[in-house]
């Protein structure tokens, strides 16, 4: 009998380029061995040069989206990404804050306080790089309020985190000050990612019973053009490592390894900054095939 995937949901915009938002995150959830499922809250027009124009997506046509695949599917891990406005925030906080709906349920009559989805990640997408606004305040303020304590992990940059905690994060001391702002706003776990950074540091922090708990996953920086979408791939992958069981430390240190990998096996796309590589396993695997074959 064929192993059952664990389902993980994307909640994010569409990238024509595919670099990032929800094509890119099939791709990784793909890579994860996880099936992945898709909500699209805004399309760009965009390449690897830049955003050009975002139009947000009807907010009940993402809803009842959102339902009709809670309905039908076991869904083991959520990813939200880009958002794009206040309306698109509210509309994934109210589905998140109650247990999806059964077939012929309108949301109208959902219960409040039921069960949650497990396993969400909000990657707060505030600026693309090439720095288009993907949220404004109102909906960034929202999203603080609504989502944040929903998730069980958050994973800004630092550049995120530093608008959203309001202080500066140059160095690990400034992030783990900004974690701890994070926390005092709701959020159980945060991993601030510092591949913008000199020396790729990403800090994990996290409640336990023991109190705050942190750990520092340190590499090299890599110098490469193709880097559009690796907070996406982060994300991403760590939600399909917590959908697979994993813990925190070890979901954020594997995602860290494949993102880094991504990277390296990221080859020149468009003419500006590339994607990463996240199907680059299915290149290692045809060339492991290729060398045992007679010449």
Known sequence: MP?????????????PSSGAGVTADIKTI?????????????????????VKR????????????????????EIAAVHIGMLGSEKIVKAVADFLSGEPLTHGESPSTRVPGRARLPNIV????????????????????????TLLPLADVITPNVDEAALIAGIKVRDLEEMKAASAKLHDMGAVAVVITG??????IDLLSFRSRRGIEQEVFKAD?????????????FATAMACHLALDRG????ALLAKTYVTAAIANGHPLGRGIGPVHHLYRMSQ???AAGSGSET
């Open 248 to 251: 925190l430390p070890e979901a």
């Open 30 to 50: 793909a890579a994860h061995a996880c099936y992945g499922v898709a909500c699209i809250t805004a399309l760009t027009v965009q390449s690897t040069a830049g």
């Open 285 to 287: 695997q045809r060339r």
């Open 221 to 233: 920086r890599r110098r490469s053009n193709s880097t559009h979408g690796t907070g996406c791939a």
């Open 3 to 15: 192993e059952k995937l664990p389902v993980v949901l994307t909640i994010a915009g569409f990238d």
């Open 54 to 73: 975002v139009a947000v997506v009807d907010p009940c046509v993402l809803s009842e989206s959102l339902e009709e695949l809670a309905a039908d599917l």
């Open 122 to 145: 909000l990657d707060p997408i505030l600026r693309s790089s090439s720095g288009a606004e993907l949220l404004n305040a109102a909906g960034i303020s929202l999203m603080v309020e």
């Open 195 to 200: 591949g913008h950074l000199e020396k790729a």
